[in-house]
């Protein structure tokens, strides 16, 4: 799978007089855009809670310690139904959880 296949492709030659509408399209609808110079990928523009996103996901598949909590957490969902949490609360605690991490506390 070639990810660049799935993003818009643009030049720097128009990206530049673009760049405000681009950054827009980035941040709002979550468009991730590729830039190419000389006819080449060189760059990706995306949205700065898209990139944080994705860091957070690397801080995951990097963190032995954190996959096997997560798997930890999920077989004893499956074993506990009636004790499980929807997506938007997960997503709450995980956000407090990343957010008291970085503040240092």
Known sequence: MNIV?????ISMAEAKPNIASLIDSAEQAHERIV???DGEPAAILLGIQDFEDMNNLLEIYTDPALQKEILDDIAYSKAH???AVSAEELRRVL?????RENSGE
């Open 81 to 83: 139904p009636e004790e």
């Open 35 to 37: 830039i190419t110079k």
């Open 5 to 9: 296949n799935d993003m818009k492709v």
């Open 95 to 99: 956000d407090q959880r990343w957010a």
